[in-house]
């Protein structure tokens, strides 16, 4: 008997504890055959994964590899910080074992000057001239701060990295970035660790056309619903931590959003019904009985 | 000779080398990277690389971040 693709798997849903990285696939085959067929490029790199995940804010190194199984990431970020201030090799072990690429970033810069030597640290360490590049002017918000940013991308850019740069959602300055030579622009939805979702998802789809590299939706994610549509508006991938890690179950919430990154990317390419002010029926009136 | 190492006062061995003061400050980590003045002091010159008096060095090492 052929099976139908598209019918939901009711009958393995499960409540149960996650059991490792297999689940989705185990839930549904469909949409893993869809995400295997439909993979991208970031940086001369093919992934399959279009969720790219934030390793900070889980309380230990267990839950950090069981989430990352179950978002089934390729691509996570990591940072440096002072060896007192972190906790030995653990981390770089669970990484190492769950095959994943790595991204540093800059978190915590403030200047381009200090963004750039953080990214010539980052390569040092992690032996990869990729970064995320992340230079924040306010501390309240943790906005970019666009002036250091794009001065930073274009120091970078000349110096061989691969720059993943985290902007707001000014498609302007997208454009600036893409043309700077960045090899993804990263627009917040919202502000990080606000879990505000997309506030101006029309600036998302205009920046989404107004450059030609991979946009990735950075910050803001704050639950799945959100993911969905950073994908139906277009990006080609989402960036999150927060919405996962600090979540009441961080590897549930993984295996969700993992799940609404691949449900919003069919539905972009699927084709939305277009919006109507008013009804449409859709069981037809012909043959209706006169009761 | 006093340098500072990550923010705080330290007293080294005349001619100690980054490779020594990695080696003092970093165990149970690797991937360690290493700035002298603000600019990357690069793995293969650590070795080479002699401190000065009041050389300001920052020791870092992966750690988890969004």
Same mark, same amino acid.
């Given at each position: 008997?052929?099976?139908?693709?598209?019918?939901?798997?009711?009958?393995?849903?499960?409540?149960?504890?996650?059991?490792?990285?297999?689940?989705?696939?185990?839930?549904?085959?469909?949409?893993?055959?869809?995400?295997?067929?439909?993979?991208?490029?970031?940086?001369?790199?093919?992934?399959?994964?279009?969720?790219?995940?934030?390793?900070?804010?889980?309380?230990?190194?267990?839950?950090?590899?069981?989430?990352?199984?179950?978002?089934?990431?390729?691509?996570?970020?990591?940072?440096?910080?002072?060896?007192?201030?972190?906790?030995?090799?653990?981390?770089?072990?669970?990484?190492?074992?769950?095959?994943?690429?790595?991204?540093?970033?800059?978190?915590?810069?403030?200047?381009?000057?200090?963004?750039?030597?953080?990214?010539?640290?980052?390569?040092?360490?992690?032996?990869?001239?990729?970064?995320?590049?992340?230079?924040?002017?306010?501390?309240?918000?943790?906005?970019?701060?666009?002036?250091?940013?794009?001065?930073?991308?274009?120091?970078?850019?000349?110096?061989?990295?691969?720059?993943?740069?985290?902007?707001?959602?000014?498609?302007?300055?997208?454009?600036?970035?893409?043309?700077?030579?960045?090899?993804?622009?990263?627009?917040?939805?919202?502000?990080?660790?606000?879990?505000?979702?997309?506030?101006?998802?029309?600036?998302?789809?205009?920046?989404?056309?107004?450059?030609?590299?991979?946009?990735?939706?950075?910050?803001?994610?704050?639950?799945?619903?959100?993911?969905?549509?950073?994908?139906?508006?277009?990006?080609?991938?989402?960036?999150?931590?927060?919405?996962?890690?600090?979540?009441?179950?961080?590897?549930?919430?993984?295996?969700?959003?993992?799940?609404?990154?691949?449900?919003?990317?069919?539905?972009?390419?699927?084709?939305?019904?277009?919006?109507?002010?008013?009804?449409?029926?859709?069981?037809?009136?012909?043959?209706?009985?006169?009761? | 000779?006093?340098?500072?190492?990550?923010?705080?006062?330290?007293?080294?061995? @005349?001619?100690?080398?980054?490779?020594?003061?990695? =080696?003092? +400050?970093? %165990?149970?980590? &690797?991937? #360690?990277? $290493?700035?002298?003045?603000? @600019?990357?002091?690069?793995?293969?010159?650590?070795? =080479?690389? +002699?401190? %000065?008096?009041? &050389?300001? #060095?920052? $020791?870092?090492?992966?750690?988890?971040?969004?």
């Amino acid at each position: 008997m052929q099976k139908d693709p598209l019918a939901p798997h009711h009958s393995q849903a499960r409540s149960g504890p996650l059991q490792g990285g297999q689940l989705t696939d185990e839930l549904v085959p469909a949409l893993a055959a869809e995400e295997a067929g439909d993979p991208f490029t970031l940086a001369g790199e093919t992934f399959t994964s279009r969720l790219v995940l934030g390793t900070g804010g889980l309380p230990s190194m267990e839950s950090l590899e069981r989430v990352v199984r179950a978002s089934g990431t390729q691509l996570v970020t990591v940072a440096l910080r002072r060896v007192e201030a972190v906790a030995g090799n653990s981390m770089m072990q669970v990484l190492d074992r769950c095959g994943v690429r790595l991204l540093p970033n800059t978190a915590g810069c403030r200047t381009a000057r200090e963004a750039v030597r953080t990214a010539e640290l980052a390569r040092e360490a992690f032996e990869t001239d990729w970064v995320k590049l992340e230079v924040i002017g306010d501390e309240q918000t943790l906005l970019p701060d666009a002036v250091e940013l794009l001065d930073a991308a274009e120091q970078l850019v000349l110096k061989g990295f691969q720059v993943f740069a985290y902007t707001t959602d000014d498609p302007v300055l997208g454009r600036r970035l893409a043309d700077a030579g960045c090899a993804a622009v990263m627009p917040l939805g919202s502000p990080i660790g606000s879990g505000l979702g997309i506030r101006n998802p029309h600036s998302i789809a205009l920046l989404r056309d107004a450059v030609s590299v991979p946009v990735v939706l950075d910050a803001g994610i704050g639950t799945a619903s959100d993911a969905a549509l950073a994908m139906e508006l277009g990006c080609d991938a989402v960036l999150l931590a927060s919405a996962v890690t600090r979540a009441r179950d961080p590897e549930r919430m993984a295996l969700a959003m993992r799940q609404a990154v691949e449900g919003g990317r069919l539905a972009r390419g699927a084709g939305r019904i277009p919006r109507r002010f008013h009804a449409q029926e859709s069981t037809a009136m012909a043959g209706r009985p006169e009761l | 000779m006093n340098v500072t190492v990550n923010g705080s006062p330290v007293d080294l061995a @005349d001619g100690a080398t980054v490779a020594d003061l990695v =080696a003092q +400050r970093s %165990s149970g980590h &690797d991937r #360690v990277a $290493v700035a002298c003045n603000g @600019d990357v002091v690069p793995r293969s010159t650590w070795a =080479a690389t +002699r401190l %000065s008096p009041g &050389d300001a #060095v920052e $020791v870092l090492a992966p750690t988890a971040g969004g």
